[in-house]
């Protein structure tokens, strides 16, 4: 995978149009599917006059995922940068199921279905404790910046596609696990509060989907993780 992203990094411009097939939109970016390796998409910013300074915080929190070797197994990792026909932008892993489609957000999911199965409540637990589990910050924890994919019928799983990262002003702050800890904790379970209200017809259980309130433990060691 390095040895190919390096080759598309340093290869000419990527064309682009207006009517490439895009992906998704939102305040900051647009992302589009690579024209030659369907694994991969392109996030573009928008012209937002935030959308630049986004583009370059998020490259820089990446790359210190990378430095730490951190597990990024539930998050649509980024693959180095790029320059396309309309500007520069960003390569990321392109997430999708294995009929080829872009995975459904999880709000699509909430919306269209009366109850939610108890399958995708594990699955949100699941990725609490993994981002705590790996100290992961988010700043955007959206429904819509994550999908469910479907591997196959018994491999599925959420993944976060956009919004990594921390918008604060002293990241300094967040070399102390600590307090990484409390920020992932409080916005996990304003995300989930969030959930509960934007889907009251969804049974979204707090008490299994909050986190905190008892020990967390690492499953990696099974010893507590603070």
């Known amino acids: 995978m390095l040895l190919r992203v390096i080759s598309i990094v340093h290869q000419n411009l990527i064309n682009l149009s ?40 998020d490259e820089a929190y990446y790359q210190k995922l990378h430095q730490n070797k951190a597990d990024l197994a539930s998050i649509s ?13 960003q390569l990321y892993q392109y997430i999708k199921d294995s009929n080829g489609k872009t995975s459904k957000t999880l709000n699509h999911y ?10 995708l409540c594990s ?28 591997l196959s019928k018994n491999s599925k799983k959420l993944m976060i596609v956009d919004g990594i990262g921390d918008r604060v002003i002293f990241t300094a702050l967040n070399y102390f696990n600590s307090i990484k800890e409390g920020k992932i904790i409080r916005r996990w379970n304003r995300f989930i509060r969030r959930l509960q ?21 690492n499953t990696k060691t099974t010893n507590p993780a603070r």
């Open 197 to 217: 209200n934007d889907h009251p017809s969804a049974s979204l259980p707090k008490e299994k989907l909050y986190l905190g309130g008892e020990a967390f433990i």
């Open 18 to 57: 207006s009517d490439s097939q895009i992906i998704g939109r939102g305040l900051f970016c647009s992302c589009y599917l690579h024209p030659e390796d369907n694994s991969i998409c392109i996030k573009l910013p928008t012209a937002h006059k935030k959308a630049r300074k986004r583009q370059k915080a």
């Open 110 to 119: 909430l919306s269209n279905y009366s109850k939610t199965t108890e399958e």
């Open 77 to 89: 990792d980024y693959l180095g940068s790029c320059q396309t026909t309309l500007g520069s932008g």
């Open 123 to 150: 699955h949100l637990a699941k990725l609490g404790r993994y981002l705590l589990e790996n100290h992961i910050l988010v700043s955007d924890l959206h429904g819509n910046n994550i999908v469910f994919q479907h």
